[in-house]
């Protein structure tokens, strides 16, 4: 069974479509999140949910919002795609804020915009 | 201000010998320190983590060394193998904090 498990796996997408990334997450966890990763590799916090209450939002275009409906899901919807919206985009979950055990990650979602 | 610094963005390393990945930090507030191996087109895997009030922790092949006066951490994978070749991420958080703080990566590649 999947611990982290994110759909679609890839996304192709013309500029200017609406599209939605789903996360859910096995792991009885109450904090789930979405974290971008950029072309130079970096991976960048986006947002978070501690049972379903946002908690973590960093400077994103607000095309981006994130959806809670419970704290197993935590999906991503991004309007109007631009060309530079083109990255990887993970989704984690942890117990609380993580501490040792730190986060688990999904396997990531390969957006392209064309 | 990358508050965690991987210096080296890759090392390659014979199969058998011994890999160190390295790992600085700015914010003396971080409470734990931890690994994370990620594999191309998969999400990163939790490897190892360290509390900020020990020196070291051991886990198999795996050890990471904390030296906190020099802000610095170290992974050590002894004997390397081939399916250690990776992107290896330095990662700490706070306790009061819900974002884990991240550096670039090292990739690690073993040569049979």
């Known amino acids: 069974d999947t611990a982290v498990s994110q759909t679609p796996k890839y996304l192709v997408t013309q500029m200017g479509n609406d599209k939605s990334i789903k996360c859910e997450q096995n792991l009885g966890h109450d904090t789930m999140y979405w974290y971008k990763q950029d072309s130079k590799k970096f991976l960048k916090i986006m947002f978070s949910y501690n049972n379903k209450e946002l908690i973590i939002n960093e400077t994103v275009p607000n095309r981006f919002s994130p959806k809670s409906p419970d704290k197993a899901h935590l999906n991503l919807h991004i309007n109007s795609l631009e060309l530079g919206d083109s990255a990887v985009y993970f989704c984690a979950s942890s117990h609380r804020r993580g501490g040792a055990n730190g986060y688990t990650f999904g396997s990531g979602t390969r957006l392209t915009v064309v | 201000d990358q508050q965690v610094k991987q210096n080296s963005p890759s090392l390659s390393v014979q199969e058998g010998r011994i890999s160190i990945l390295n790992c600085d930090y700015t914010n003396s507030m971080f409470d734990y320190f931890l690994w994370y191996k990620k594999y191309p087109a998969e999400g990163p895997t939790f490897l190892i983590s360290?509390?900020?009030i020990k020196d070291k922790n051991e886990d198999g092949r795996f050890t990471v060394f904390l030296n906190k006066s020099a802000k610095h951490l170290s992974l050590h994978i002894v004997p390397s193998q081939p399916g250690d070749s990776a992107v290896y991420f330095c990662?700490?958080?706070?306790?009061?904090?819900?974002?884990?703080?991240w550096g670039a990566g090292t990739k690690l590649i073993i040569k049979p």
């Open positions: 990662a700490a958080n706070q306790d009061s904090n819900y974002q884990l703080i």
């Open positions: 360290i509390s900020s």
